[in-house]
């Protein structure tokens, strides 16, 4: 069988950041027609969906004084403390109903581990344990990794620069995406990506390209 060369990674496009979401990415619903769009363009899509116990680390509510968007040491780094969200089996983790990808592989659910936050679809914030996707890809042939899904600034970015980091091409598909921009996250997110050889594409660029090698 052909190796999968090209793979669409599509980031946690869940209710709980949708507007009205536990943590709601402004206009994070306009993302959802732009993804189906994109996805019908490639063979090889995989969802990532973050996938919390009530008892995760990065709650606020779990820390006694302390309130969301603050942050704290943990031993792995500074943590941002967020609302709690995507709590495991609650309607806010679900994936949103009108996201239609048949073709989706592989979910992986992240931020599981109850005393580390997973911003990447490739390792744990610890940045010591991975989450299996990086051996998957290449167990099925990727050398592309196109990334679309909320939020940029976060779990898209993370993803994005871990996939580099991890020996593919990545690029991070603007309009297909949205942004919390916390404190300046979004342009420090881009000014990242970019010195890290994150290519930074629009949804049209990738259809016509894709288009121009299948005739």
């Given at each position: ?175 297909a995406c949205r942004a919390i921009d916390l404190n ?18 629009r949804s049209d660029d990738i259809l016509k390209d ?6």
């Amino acid at each position: 069988m052909k190796p999968v060369e090209d793979v669409f990674l599509v980031v946690d496009v869940q209710y709980d950041f949708m507007p009205g979401g536990a943590l709601a990415v402004a206009h994070g619903d306009e993302i959802v027609p732009v993804i189906n769009r994109l996805a019908r363009a490639f063979s090889h899509v995989v969802l990532t969906q973050d996938w919390h116990p009530r008892s995760h680390v990065s709650f606020a509510a779990n820390h006694a004084g302390l309130a969301p968007f603050e942050t704290m040491t943990l031993p792995y780094g500074e943590q941002v403390l967020w609302p709690v969200h995507c709590v495991q089996d609650t309607d806010g983790a679900a994936l949103h109903r009108d996201l239609h990808v048949p073709q989706a592989r592989l979910i992986v659910r992240k931020g599981h581990h109850a005393q580390v936050d997973s911003y990447s679809a490739f390792l744990e914030a610890d940045r010591a344990t991975p989450t299996g996707l990086a051996g998957y890809l290449r167990d099925v042939g990727a050398k592309r990794i196109w990334l679309a899904g909320l939020a940029t600034d976060y779990c898209v970015a993370w993803s994005a620069l871990d996939a580099r980091a991890a020996g593919f091409e990545a690029s991070v598909i603007e309009d297909a995406c949205r942004a919390i921009d916390l404190n300046g996250s979004l342009d420090k997110a881009w000014r990242d990506m970019r010195a890290g050889g994150i290519g930074r594409v629009r949804s049209d660029d990738i259809l016509k390209d894709i288009d121009r090698e299948t005739t």
